[in-house]
């Protein structure tokens, strides 16, 4: 028995519906034959109960994301993009290897740093949530797999990196870099790239001094880094200008030095204690450091997509997500599916930023093999920080028929469609998807699934998009992969009032 029927009162009327109305898009593709319902009208019960749409769908590969176009990395600033409106948009890779923390190798690139800074923030505070990983900062937490910088960056690519300091091409000065937790340090070669776009380990080691004194201890502690005189941060600078590698290596020693007592005497953990949502910078940078070791070398793979499909492939830029948070109010005691997770971007943006239980289903194989990279060297990057992120579930298959994401989508508070590409079968086939969700459940998605204007009429009673309350919001330019350029997102809110009232006046 349907939903309709177990609602309808006695005397009611049955009306024939209307068909699906889901709007078409520029991408053409032959249309879905779908099998219409007779329903009667209803009043009080349970929504969850309506009859699903049927659909037949091509069955191809689904991704969320659309539109990687790669390209080296230019030095335009942002007058010269009004000049040069003719330029390629940079590819992921390069947009995450330029977070909001990057600095030059100049010495007068340290106060850009701190002004960005101290104006990027994260969601709101959370009191549930707990940022330190007790693991991380146990006594001896051992060593552990995971992708150093000098495993990306080092003389034995000749052709991408030179010496930082000079010396001969066949020689390269290597040093360990001290993270807040009792974890293993890194390891970074001192070399410099030959492109602009490739990674920099001098600027990274800068960025991660930065971001731990600014996060992991006592603001009357900060000054000993960021003096601009005398702090560790000019020092470094200085001695990249200067080309002194033992200057430079005195200073990281002396770093080390500090961040080891300061988490031995608790001062680290005590300040992570008091912290209950992480800065946007340092959410970046971790990001950041996991995507350049994995997905980074073997983004080529991702090209591979057909155009006027769903399996295309694009990224949603981490300040974008971190918006999309913000506007959903996601809490670290919530659910989170991404559907059509790419390489698992959104999945640990959300369980790192928010703390919250955080899912993704993707069917591109290639994607599902970079997220599975992805996620063992988050985890790596998490222990290093020191940080405790929410659970990580990363799907492989279709969404539409997944047993576990059809299990776990009943509980979803915040879902995630990026359907800038897909296919109005596609769509329609979420729609009837969205009809298993719990009421206030949020959908995040580039477009909309309730058509412009739309209203409940008795000829479209039966339509899921009646469920959906949305909004339009606007997102800021160089938020996603795929242009430079501002647009448009909805979030719609699983609501039935309206069709329960629209239906209690009917019957």
């Known amino acids: 028995m349907s939903f309709f029927d177990n609602l309808r009162k006695p005397g009611s009327l049955a009306i024939k519906p209307q068909g699906s109305q889901i709007r078409k898009e520029v991408i053409r593709t032959s249309p879905v034959s779908a099998s219409q319902r007779r329903i009667t009208l209803p009043s009080k019960g349970s929504l969850n109960a309506i009859p699903k749409v049927p659909r037949q769908l091509n069955g191809g590969p689904r991704s969320r994301e659309v539109g990687l176009k790669q390209r080296k990395q230019d030095d335009l600033t942002p007058l010269d993009r009004g000049k040069n409106k003719s330029r390629k948009r940079p590819s992921p890779v390069q947009q995450r290897l330029q977070s909001s923390s990057q600095s030059s190798d100049s010495e007068g690139s340290l106060s850009t740093s701190k002004k960005r800074s101290r104006s990027s923030k994260g969601i709101e505070p959370d009191l549930k949530r707990r940022v330190r990983s007790q693991k991380a900062f146990a006594k001896d937490d051992g060593l552990f797999d995971m992708v150093h910088a000098a495993d990306i960056a080092s003389l034995d690519k000749p052709n991408q990196f030179t010496p930082a300091f000079g010396g001969s091409a066949g020689s390269v000065e290597t040093l360990l870099l001290q993270y807040p937790s009792a974890s293993q340090q890194e390891r970074y070669n001192l070399v410099v790239p030959r492109e602009h776009d490739e990674f920099k380990p001098l600027d990274e080691i800068i960025q991660v001094i930065d971001l731990v004194s600014r996060n992991y201890l006592p603001s009357a502690e900060i000054d000993v880094f960021t003096d601009d005189t005398d702090g560790i941060l000019r020092r470094l600078k200085r001695a990249i200008f200067r080309q002194s590698v033992q200057e430079f290596r005195d200073v990281i020693q002396e770093y080390n030095g500090i961040i080891t007592r300061r988490r031995l005497d608790g001062t680290i953990?005590?300040?992570?204690?008091?912290?209950?949502?992480?800065?946007?910078?340092?959410?970046?940078?971790?990001?950041?450091?996991?995507?350049?070791?994995?997905?980074?070398?073997?983004?080529?793979?991702?090209?591979?997509?057909?155009?006027?499909?769903?399996?295309?492939?694009?990224?949603?830029?981490?300040?974008?997500?971190?918006?999309?948070?913000?506007?959903?109010?996601?809490?670290?005691?919530?659910?989170?599916?991404?559907?059509?997770?790419?390489?698992?971007?959104?999945?640990?943006?959300?369980?790192?930023?928010?703390?919250?239980?955080?899912?993704?289903?993707?069917?591109?194989?290639?994607?599902?093999?970079?997220?599975?990279?992805?996620?063992?060297?988050?985890?790596?990057?998490?222990?290093?920080?020191?940080?405790?992120?929410?659970?990580?579930?990363?799907?492989r298959g279709d969404f539409l028929t997944s047993a576990s994401t059809g299990k776990v989508i009943q509980k979803a508070d915040v879902v995630l469609v990026n359907n800038q590409a897909f296919t109005p079968e596609l769509n329609n086939g979420l729609i009837s998807l969205f009809l298993d969700l719990k009421e206030g459940c949020q959908i995040v998605s580039l477009k909309s699934f309730v058509p412009h204007g739309h209203k409940i009429t008795p000829r479209n009673l039966n339509s899921p998009v009646n469920l959906l309350e949305v909004e339009s919001k606007q997102y800021w330019s160089d938020s996603v992969s795929w242009t430079d350029a501002a647009g448009t997102y909805f979030v719609a809110r699983k609501d039935s009032t309206k069709l329960r009232s629209f239906a209690h006046r009917m019957s």
């Open 269 to 395: 953990s005590a300040k992570l204690d008091s912290t209950h949502n992480l800065e946007l910078p340092l959410i970046e940078r971790l990001l950041t450091q996991t995507y350049s070791r994995t997905v980074s070398p073997r983004v080529k793979s991702l090209r591979q997509y057909e155009n006027g499909t769903d399996n295309v492939y694009g990224e949603l830029l981490p300040r974008f997500l971190s918006q999309i948070f913000k506007d959903t109010k996601l809490r670290s005691d919530q659910i989170f599916v991404d559907l059509g997770s790419g390489v698992g971007n959104a999945v640990l943006q959300a369980a790192l930023e928010v703390g919250c239980e955080s899912w993704g289903c993707e069917v591109m194989e290639n994607a599902c093999d970079l997220a599975g990279l992805q996620e063992k060297e988050f985890e790596a990057r998490c222990r290093l920080w020191g940080l405790e992120a929410g659970g990580i579930h990363l799907e």
